[in-house]
């Protein structure tokens, strides 16, 4: 089956002016995202997650900029967009956001009710009787009960899940054909965590949304995803499906960030740990961004920057690892215990 | 009930062999631990009169010395609420709290409570809020000297912080600089460098991961764990996530609004969990494991389902160590699934 490509981005860098120097947060990003799919964007704090999605929505602080590149959604390219008029013509109807944290998100002076009402409002044009039912729909849409009654209420009124769930009506309210969730369950219990992704899998089945998550926790992930993608110091350093990332990691900076997870740890023994800090976006990088914390570096990890190997058509690595030239490095541990898992994948 | 309530110890199976511990639990013998911490029909509410909500309820349970007490519970479960009454922030309403044989709650002499506030220390959830901005880190760190009767020269001081600093793997001359200077991991080893000046015996961790980065997670974990056997220290480890309990916990205690619901030693306590509320718990840890994760089944706990009208649930010891709040129907029903486990 040919599939649709939605969003295009291509060799996106978006930098940040800072005390009159750049911070370069995307580095030479290229992403398509194909229609209907559920895509993770895997990477530690200060990786550039959030910034890159942001950039689809026209949402970048006042001192961020796209430097060059482009970003292709539905034969225009959002990367020139200037007018905020020409960027609501985007946000909300064609890409909507779910935010982080559910705690600080919505209005604790207004209704649960009128907050939602009023994005449907705007994009639907609804009014009186008829607002109130879509409004009432849509709740009952993201499992919360008696509807009627929590329409009158106050996000102080609602507990850390159900806010959560506000927002995700908030967020599908404008009825989008893609749905960026920037970390929708960090804040929230295990219990209410595995909800939470469970509504978001039936929502997504019941508008046909093309969703993209945000995340820094690959244990969440697996469950969700059809796809993966790693980023690594506003870079994309691995892409392939869930099953090909968990079962079949190639770049050692998954393979860290999978070693990491306290699930996989064995009581009595040290949890393996990435060492160092993540490198300084306002220096140029030389060679390949994950070298000064990688054990198994190569030389040429800091003289070139590696380009993309292609594993499969759906798989790709920027590691020199991969090159015919580099020595056979084995995976740790851990990955090859993943590997086993994968049964039949392998 | 069918063998579906096995639901949970099944997909556990799945992924079975990366659960494996290749240690045996390093407590010694059952018989000569030393119970450091004893907490007994625990009671603690809020507010006053009408107002009144009993938040933990009749809880019950012994920290051995050396060990790793897990307390798992969803948000507003009384978990924290219990981490606070034992280090005397709040007050309790009835029911004891011992300590190393002496009862620390209510009112207690002056010199007991010197003792205690320097024996148990307490770790914060949020690193970013519970350091004082306006303070260097030698002052947020040694502030706890302040407080002791004996008294400590700048020179003193000086080294001690710089040992601790040492011990939770930061430089010495850290000392010196503000904590917005720092990032989360670091600020969470600054909270926990504040802990150990004090030379404590039992640290209260309350959910000292939840708030950091996977990556930054597994270094705090490991600082802990190496901690707790260079100072033979006592944790008691608060979380809601129940796959950290498992890697750093020796016995797990499951709370449910305020009442203790079930309590085990790890390895047992996941591999066949009996009560319907841990089994939620265990079904909802987010697997590395797509396979694994497409095959779960989640299970959702609905409180309705005891029928305690008639015979009332008590805390039961159903094997060695392995208690369970149930009443006189459920206990046989539970023996049975026990039965199906083996």
């Known amino acids: ?33 194909y229609k209907g799919e559920s895509l993770a964007i895997v990477g530690e704090s200060g990786s550039g997650k959030s910034v890159f999605t942001k950039a ?16 292709l959604y539905k034969g225009q390219n959002l990367a020139a967009f200037k007018t905020e008029r020409e960027w609501q013509s985007i946000r909300g109807r064609e890409i909507a956001m779910v935010l982080q944290d559910p705690m600080t ?12 009402g009023e994005a449907i409002q705007l994009h639907q044009g609804l009014k009186g009787k008829d607002l109130k039912a879509a409004v009432l729909e849509i709740l009952r849409d993201v499992g919360i009960t008696e509807p009627e009654r929590r329409y009158k209420q106050y996000p102080h009124e609602f507990s850390g899940g159900m806010r959560q769930r506000v927002v995700i009506a908030i967020g599908i309210a404008c009825r989008p054909r893609t749905l960026i969730c920037d970390e929708p369950t960090t804040a929230l219990d295990v219990t209410i965590q595995a909800q939470i992704l469970e509504l978001l899998k039936s929502l997504k089945k019941k508008y046909q949304l093309t969703t993209l998550y945000i995340t820094h926790d690959l244990g969440v992930v697996a469950n969700v995803a059809d796809r993966i993608a790693v980023m690594y110091a506003g870079d994309i350093v691995e892409i392939g499906s869930c099953e090909e990332i968990f079962y079949d990691p190639r770049h050692p900076y998954t393979w860290a960030l999978l070693s990491s997870l306290p699930q996989l740890g064995v009581k009595g023994e040290e949890l393996y740990t990435i060492k160092g800090t993540p490198p300084n976006l306002f220096q140029t990088i030389k060679g390949d961004a994950y070298a000064p914390r990688n054990p198994r570096a190569l030389k ?26 580099a020595p056979k490095v084995d995976p740790p541990e851990h990955i090859k215990k993943l590997r086993s898992q994968g049964g039949i994948y392998r | 009930m069918t063998g579906e309530t096995l639901q949970p110890g099944r997909n556990l199976q799945i992924t079975g062999e990366i659960w494996q511990s290749k240690r045996n639990l390093h407590m010694p013998g059952k018989t000569d631990r030393k119970k450091l911490l004893e907490v007994k029909n625990l009671k603690v509410s809020f507010g006053e009169r009408r107002h009144k909500t009993v938040v933990v309820n009749d809880v019950s349970f012994d920290i051995y010395k050396g060990e790793t007490f897990g307390l798992v519970g969803e948000s507003g479960s009384g978990k924290t609420t219990i981490g606070r009454a034992i280090i005397r922030i709040n007050p309790t309403m009835s029911g004891d709290i011992i300590f ?15 003792e205690v506030t320097r024996k148990i220390q307490m770790i914060f959830q949020d690193p970013m809020a519970s350091l004082n901005e306006r303070a260097k880190v030698d002052y947020i760190i040694s502030e706890g000297l302040y407080n002791t009767k004996q008294k400590y020269s700048k020179e003193e001081k000086k080294q001690m912080v710089d040992k601790v600093l040492q011990d939770v793997g930061l430089l010495s001359e850290f000392a010196s600089r503000f904590p917005h200077e720092f990032s989360g991991g670091q600020r969470q080893r600054i909270g926990i460098a504040r802990a150990l000046i004090m030379q404590p015996e039992f640290i209260i961790a309350d959910e000292p991961i939840s708030a950091l980065d996977v990556s930054i997670r597994a270094q705090v974990l490991n600082l802990l764990s190496g901690l707790q056997k260079k100072r033979n220290l006592t944790y008691l480890f608060i979380a809601h996530d129940l796959s950290v309990m498992r890697f750093i916990a020796d016995r ?31 079904s909802a840890i987010p697997m590395p494991d797509p396979k694994a994760e497409k095959k779960k089944v989640l299970k959702v706990y609905d409180p309705s389902l005891h029928d305690y009208s008639v015979h009332k649930p008590k805390w039961v010891e159903i094997e060695d160590h392995h208690f369970v709040l149930c009443n006189e129907p459920e206990l046989e029903k539970y023996r049975k699934n026990q039965k199906l486990y083996d």
């Open chain 1, 1 to 33: 089956m040919e599939k649709e490509i939605v969003l295009s981005v291509k060799n996106l860098n978006v930098k940040f002016k800072l005390r009159g120097r750049a911070l370069h947060a995307i580095r030479d990003i290229s992403l398509d995202v």
């Open chain 1, 56 to 71: 689809f929505m026209g949402l970048l602080d006042k001192n961020g900029y796209i430097e060059s590149g482009e970003i």
């Open chain 1, 105 to 116: 998100s919505l209005n604790p002076l207004k209704t649960i009710g009128a907050q939602i």
């Open chain 1, 300 to 325: 040429i990890d800091f003289v070139e920057r590696p380009p993309y190997f292609e594993v499969s058509p759906t798989h790709r690595v920027r590691s020199w690892l991969m090159d015919s030239r």
């Open chain 2, 100 to 114: 190393d044989g002496k009862k620390i709650n209510g009112t207690i002499s002056r010199e007991l409570d010197r």
């Open chain 2, 252 to 282: 797990v205690a499951v709370i449910h609004k305020g009442v203790l619901v079930e309590l085990g030693e790890t390895e047992k306590l996941y591999a066949r969990p009996l009560h319907p509320y841990t089994q939620a718990l265990l």
